[in-house]
């Protein structure tokens, strides 16, 4: 055998190591089937206005900095390489359940994935948060844009993670998949960063008006197959987050957010049912009072809060159309705990017990206690069990 012949034949037999190793390792990965039953549900009852025997409770931000074992997981690790490991995603994702009953749970990541996948670079720059090294500028910057995402190829390490998390959290409780919504990641894209004014995102608006649009359509389009995906890979429900819904006008929301909202219900739904698929959502457009009524019949059964609203109010304005989510101001949770307890009962008492989801009107901040979680989740159990009794 000549030397070539040999050095050929070494080729050909790693080649099949590996292609049997690349096989075996994916015999270890979980499968998006076969999940562990749910134990659980009182979250998805709740949010299809069903009765409950208690109300459901989370926390926006409920995997975060307040935990120290989430600081130490996260410790000199980059964010968005983080966002990209199905492990320690899934690790996040459980550490607050190992230490509050919460009635759901939500896959640790990022709004800033999906511009991600469309070819912008964003980076986690500490003491200044997510930062977009060149923001979009001009309309002909959306050149710029994958317009043809493979979701499964760009934000396929999310699936992963969804599909871990199932199989690790043993059914204790639903998993709730996300994705921001398309003016809010329009905004970060343009601001190329947060923003207290997003003047530079809003000038679009009122100069490139056709342009906001094509860029609005894009990004709805890739949020409709990232939605999908995460319910393949596993996800109960799923919420998407108008996070900047409060620094538009009513007209200007009702003109470049409330149809994109509303055209990604109908789509993901249209879409599931297909598939004989029944998965609950929720819109979550913070500060955007002026339009509660419109948001309830956007298609989402659940409609969440941010603090600024009264509970009563939000009742009477959705006209129960929807289950309701929130809205305690995250800023409570600095009180005592008998003040906290207070503050839930009168939250309980406004909104009801029945197709409503006890969160806060916003993500739990980094300094809060953790014994202060626990006592506003620990409160709204009680309570509610106390007023379901009396009902």
């Known amino acids: ?190 601001e190329g960063g947060g923003s207290n004014t997003h003047s530079k995102a809003k000038r679009w608006l009122y100069q490139h008006p056709e342009a906001s649009h094509m860029l609005l359509k894009m990004l709805t389009d890739v949020i409709v197959e990232y939605l999908l995906g995460q319910v393949a890979a596993g996800a109960q429900a799923l919420q998407v987050f108008e996070s900047h819904a409060g620094i538009l006008g009513p007209a200007e929301f009702k003109e470049f957010s409330l149809p994109y909202l509303r055209d990604i219900a109908c789509r993901v739904k249209d879409k599931l049912k297909e598939a004989g698929q029944d998965v609950p959502m929720i819109v979550f457009a913070k500060d955007a009072h002026y339009a509660l009524e419109e948001l309830s019949q956007s298609n989402y059964e659940v409609v969440g809060l941010d603090w600024t609203i009264d509970p009563l109010s939000a009742r009477e304005r959705t006209g129960g159309k929807v289950s309701l989510q929130g809205n305690m101001d995250p800023c409570a949770l600095y009180a005592p705990k008998e003040r906290i307890s207070d503050i839930v009962k009168k939250m309980l008492e406004g909104f009801g017990t029945r197709g409503y989801i006890a969160n806060l009107g916003h993500g739990v901040y980094p300094d809060m206690e953790p014994e202060n979680i626990g006592a506003f989740v620990e409160a709204v159990h009680q309570h509610s069990k106390q007023m379901i009794k009396q009902i």
Request: net charge negative.
């Open 1 to 190: 055998m000549s030397k070539n012949d040999l050095i050929l034949q070494t080729g050909v037999f790693l080649n099949q190591v590996r292609e049997n190793t690349d096989s075996n390792m994916k015999c270890f990965l979980p499968s998006p089937k076969d999940f562990p039953q749910l134990k659980n549900d009182t979250f998805l009852r709740a949010a299809r206005g069903e009765e409950t025997e208690h109300v459901p409770v989370w926390c926006m931000r409920q995997a975060g900095r307040y935990l120290p074992e989430f600081r130490e997981s996260r410790a000199g690790k980059d964010f968005f390489e983080t966002c990209q490991s199905p492990e320690a995603c899934c690790e996040l994702t459980l550490q607050p359940l190992r230490r509050f009953p919460f009635d759901a749970a939500i896959i640790f990541s990022d709004i800033l994935v999906v511009p991600q996948a469309m070819g912008m670079d964003v980076q986690m720059v500490a003491g200044k948060g997510p930062t977009f090294p060149e923001p979009l500028k001009e309309p002909e910057d959306l050149q710029r844009l994958q317009v043809k995402v493979d979701t499964d190829k760009e934000l396929g390490y999310v699936f992963r993670a969804i599909t871990l998390t199932r199989h690790k959290i043993e059914g204790k409780v639903p998993l709730i998949g996300f994705s921001g919504a398309p003016w809010t990641l329009m905004s970060y894209m343009i």
